[in-house]
Structures are given as structure tokens and as C-alpha cells.
């Protein structure tokens, strides 16, 4: 079995935070969020990382984050293209957002050729996520089924004071295999706990701080490729009716398919840590300090990369 390959979704922009969030420091020496989670996975054992980024980006984030990461790890860079599509389909007039993470994904169908781990450039996943999904993929592969698997995290320890959040709330059978994805695009804090709302905020539920969720951290053999490739153009067909400027097509939305259909099972690993992310600018401050405390209790080195 080939060593399991890291996936970095860098091309979005942070349109709430207001600015190219993924090369935002937040480190003592200057490190971004994303050489956390580098440095984190490399020591888990990932020794190739494929960036998927826009060309807009491409100057900057090599000198950000690609030309020191490559003295480390082997880097790779895809490009999330808003025309690459399949053949017979163009962009909708007047449509520039891209069209989602499992596009973004298929965008690195040429580079990836082993098991994979996903994960948002954004987003601070912890210590011990990345040992366990890379364990995961080097000791299982495809048989009957397509064995894929997420890192899941307690909703409490993945949410903000500074406003609402997105989530993919899961459920999982007694051997923690997962049954479904919800997402839920607006999710809060109050001062009771942890709320959400599916009507903007006429009517709200609350939810247990708990509950399982998913932060976008995926491990999948080959497979995926083949099949989010071969599901693409449905999607399209559909999105070029209902929503052709905004659609997008999601990494769940394809394992719910293949979950539905008996073709895969999703393992769910789950995470003791605490998620931080820079949803908002004000989030920023918190996760300095956080990263700040790690290095003070040696969970990292300072310099990151030293």
C-alpha cells in the first residue's frame, strides 16, 4: 500500500473574514495556520502535500507557505479552475464562485495517486487528528466496500464567540461508522449553550455541545476520485437550473451518495481537541494565544520550522 498523501483546500478566499485568511500569522515567528497543520502531519508521518490553490494566489502562497514546507515534505499544486469541467459544460454568464470542495478536489485527479487525507487551509485541527486518520488509511483499503474515514469533533470545541458557524452534524451506528451528514449553516453560541437555526433566525433548536461533527477532515482511497468524477455531471445538471450561480458541489453531499447506495463505509476517528479557526477577524486573538500556550507547554517548537 502507497504512504497516504496530505490535501490542502487553499483556494477560497475568507469572504466573512475579509481577506486571503490562510496567510494571516498567527505564530510568534510569522507561521500561518496552515504550517501547524503541516507540521502536525508531517510528524504523523505525511511526508507529500498537494496544495490546491487558484493561479491568482500562486506568487504569495509559495512564498508564504510552499518554499519552506518543500524542504520538509514533497510539495505538489493543483489549480481550482472555475471553466474545468466536464466536456459539454460551460460556466454559467455571470457566475464566479467556485464550485465547491469536491470540485476542488478533482482538480488534483492527476496528482493524487495513493490514500489522501483532506483538510481546510483555515483551520487548526489539533495535535492527534493526524496520527489517527494517517494510521487509519495506511492500515485499511478497499475491499467489498470503499473504506473511507473522518475525523469528527464535539461541536462544543469547534465553535466561536464572534458569530455563527457551519457544520456537518453526524450520525454514527454503534461501531462508529457514520450513517449521515446534516449540514447546518448556521450554528451559535448562547448564553444557555449551543443553538441553530434553519430559517434565519425565526425559529432556533438547540443542540447538544457533544454532538459529532465534521470539520472538513476526510481520508479516502482512489476511489473517490473515480466516483466524485463520474457523479460531477448530475450535479451540474441540476445546479445549472436550480442555482447556476452559486451551487456548489460538497465533499458530503458525493459520501452521502456512495453511503446511501451501500458502496462505502466512513469510519468517524474522533478528536479529544479543540478546534480553532479564523472564521472571523476577531477570532484571530484566540488562537494566538492558544498556539502561543502549545509552544510554551512544548507541543511546538518555536521557530515552527526550526
Known amino acids: 500500500m502507497k504512504k497516504p498523501v496530505l490535501?490542502?483546500?487553499?483556494a477560497g478566499m475568507g469572504s466573512r473574514y475579509g481577506g486571503l485568511k490562510q496567510m494571516d500569522p498567527v505564530g510568534s515567528h510569522g507561521e500561518v495556520i496552515m504550517d501547524y497543520s503541516l507540521y502536525d502531519a508531517r510528524r504523523a508521518?505525511?511526508?507529500?502535500?498537494?496544495?490546491?490553490?487558484?493561479?491568482?494566489?500562486?506568487?504569495?502562497?509559495?512564498?508564504t507557505i510552499g518554499n519552506h514546507v518543500s524542504k520538509y515534505m514533497e510539495v505538489a499544486y493543483a489549480y481550482q479552475d472555475l471553466d474545468d469541467l466536464p466536456e459539454g459544460y460551460t460556466v454559467p454568464e455571470g457566475r464566479e464562485k467556485p464550485w465547491g470542495t469536491c470540485h476542488a478536489i478533482l482538480a488534483a485527479r492527476d496528482l493524487i495517486d495513493a490514500p489522501f487525507a483532506v483538510?481546510?487551509?483555515?483551520?487548526?485541527?489539533?495535535?492527534?487528528?493526524?496520527?489517527?486518520?494517517?494510521?487509519?488509511?495506511s492500515t485499511h483499503a478497499d475491499d467489498d466496500k470503499y473504506r473511507y474515514c473522518m475525523v469528527g469533533y464535539q461541536l462544543k470545541n469547534t465553535v466561536t464567540e464572534n458569530g455563527s458557524v457551519a457544520r456537518g452534524v453526524c450520525t454514527t451506528d454503534a461501531d462508529s461508522n457514520l450513517v449521515s451528514v446534516v449540514e447546518h449553516t448556521q450554528i451559535e453560541q448562547y448564553e444557555n449553550g449551543i443553538r441553530f437555526t434553519e430559517d434565519k433566525g425565526e425559529t432556533w433548536h438547540d443542540i447538544d455541545g457533544d454532538t459529532t461533527v465534521s470539520m472538513n477532515l476526510w481520508g479516502f482511497s482512489e476511489s473517490f476520485i473515480k466516483e466524485a468524477k463520474l457523479r460531477f455531471p448530475a450535479f451540474l445538471d441540476d445546479a445549472m437550473v436550480s442555482n447556476p450561480l452559486k451551487g456548489?458541489?460538497?465533499?458530503?453531499?458525493?459520501?452521502?451518495?456512495?453511503?446511501?447506495?451501500?458502496?462505502?463505509?466512513?469510519?468517524?476517528?474522533?478528536?479529544?481537541?479543540?478546534?480553532?479557526?479564523?472564521?472571523?477577524r476577531e477570532d484571530k486573538p484566540g488562537i494566538v494565544k492558544a498556539l502561543a500556550q502549545k509552544a510554551e507547554e512544548g507541543l511546538y517548537p518555536s521557530p515552527l520550522w526550526n
Not at 490535501?7 to 487553499?10: D, K, L, S
Not at 508521518?45 to 512564498?63: A, L, R
Open 45 to 63: 508521518g505525511f511526508e507529500k502535500v498537494i496544495f490546491i490553490i487558484k493561479h491568482s494566489i500562486e506568487d504569495p502562497f509559495k512564498e
Open 119 to 137: 483538510i481546510n487551509a483555515d483551520d487548526y485541527y489539533g495535535t492527534t487528528c493526524f496520527q489517527i486518520i494517517y494510521d487509519y488509511l
Open 7 to 10: 490535501v490542502v483546500m487553499a
Open 248 to 280: 456548489e458541489y460538497f465533499l458530503p453531499s458525493v459520501v452521502s451518495q456512495l453511503l446511501d447506495e451501500g458502496k462505502a463505509t466512513v469510519k468517524v476517528l474522533k478528536s479529544p481537541d479543540k478546534w480553532y479557526g479564523v472564521t472571523y
